[in-house]
């Protein structure tokens, strides 16, 4: 499995970011992103995009992190984990 990885160092909104991120990379099966802190996982094209979140609490947020595994057979599973 292939696995890009990036914290975009462009500010701005973080509407759309993922469209931006998905440029960066090719032939990829999943991208671990951040930037934005908000937690999600979604597929598009194909492509697993995941954001563990922020790894702190604050007033708006609880801390998260993501948890990833491959199966034996290859499958991603995603877990969003608050904490």
């Not at 990379?25 to 995941?50: K, Q, S």
């Amino acid at each position: 499995k292939r696995i890009g990885v990036i914290h975009p160092h462009w500010g701005g909104a973080s509407i759309g970011v993922e469209d931006d991120i998905a440029k960066e990379f090719h032939n990829v099966d999943m991208i671990l992103y951040g930037h934005t802190h908000d937690a999600r996982c979604e597929t598009r094209d194909g492509v697993i995009f995941v954001n563990p979140g922020q790894a702190y609490a604050d007033d708006t947020a609880k801390a998260t992190a993501g948890v990833i595994t491959i199966d034996a057979d290859g499958a991603f599973n995603v877990e969003i984990v608050s904490f």
